[in-house]
Antibody, heavy 130, light 107 residues
Framework: QVQHVQSGAEVKRPGASVTVSCRAS????????MHWVRQAPGQSLEWMGW????????KYLEKFQGRVTITRDTSASQVYLQLSNLRSEDTAIYYC???????????????????????WGQGTVVSVSS | DIQVTQSPPSLSASVGDRVTISCRTS??????LSWYQQKPGKVPELLIY???GLQSGVPSRFSGSGSGTEFTLTINSLRPEDSATYYC?????????FGQGTKLEIK
């Protein structure tokens, strides 16, 4: 079935780096973009960045620029989130999420009505503590 | 960046009630808004896409409306299992931005 399986929990020291993986299955991996979202304890969801899985282009939230890298391995249907120079504030659950595009038709004219995160990974807990 | 303001932060309602949650965006995003439900300790789940499209498998008591800058999630005939935090997300532009969430308690 369509699903994302993420790597296991991580415990890191401040200043270290972490890599979280997300393996996709059940759909054509390169037809979608993949996003990373995190949620600190008791907080809202925070978008971090995304990768166009087909061409590898990435965009990141400005606050993470220089610390975050998203990559993909199309042969393994995996996407990776690397976050460096970890701080205690990076303690959170990290999710990968597939973005689907929704299209409507009016006669022969087709147009996009929106995008949404329809398939999520189970989440990876990253704890940063000295 | 597009700001998303979600309200109320929390609400309490009884089984059978109808509730509405609102999201306002700082720029016109057409219908590029989606709604998610997250239960404690669980992964967020897509409820509504393109402002009003019901995701497959989601009960019809959930509905969404709006376009431009004002959006609403409505839950009719509340059930105990609707107790959760609800988020909206704008996907018109990057960075994507979530609302702050609305925690719904069922009395």
């Amino acid at each position: 079935q369509v699903q994302h399986v993420q790597s296991g929990a991580e415990v890191k020291r401040p200043g270290a780096s972490v890599t979280v993986s997300c393996r996709a299955s059940g759909y054509i991996f390169t037809n979608y973009s993949m996003h990373w979202v995190r949620q600190a304890p008791g907080q809202s969801l925070e978008w971090m960045g995304w990768i166009n899985v087909g061409n590898g282009l990435t965009k990141y939230l400005e606050k993470f620029q220089g610390r975050v890298t998203i990559t993909r391995d199309t042969s393994a249907s995996q996407v990776y989130l690397q976050l460096s120079n970890l701080r205690s504030e990076d303690t959170a659950i990290y999710y990968c999420a597939r973005e689907s595009i929704y299209v409507a038709s009016r006669g022969t004219y087709r147009y996009t009505t929106g995008n949404a995160f329809d398939i999520w990974g189970q989440g990876t807990v990253v704890s940063v503590s000295s | 960046d597009i700001q998303v303001t979600q309200s109320p932060p929390s609400l309490s309602a009884s089984v059978g009630d109808r509730v509405t949650i609102s999201c306002r965006t700082s720029h016109n995003i057409n219908t590029y808004l989606s709604w998610y439900q997250q239960k404690p300790g669980k992964v967020p789940e897509l409820l509504i896409y393109s402002a009003s499209g019901l995701q497959s498998g989601v009960p019809s008591r959930f509905s969404g409306s709006g376009s431009g800058t004002e959006f609403t999630l409505t839950i009719n005939s509340l059930r105990p299992e609707d107790s959760a935090t609800y988020y909206c997300l704008q996907s018109y532009s990057t960075p994507r931005t979530f609302g702050q969430g609305t925690k719904l308690e069922i009395k």
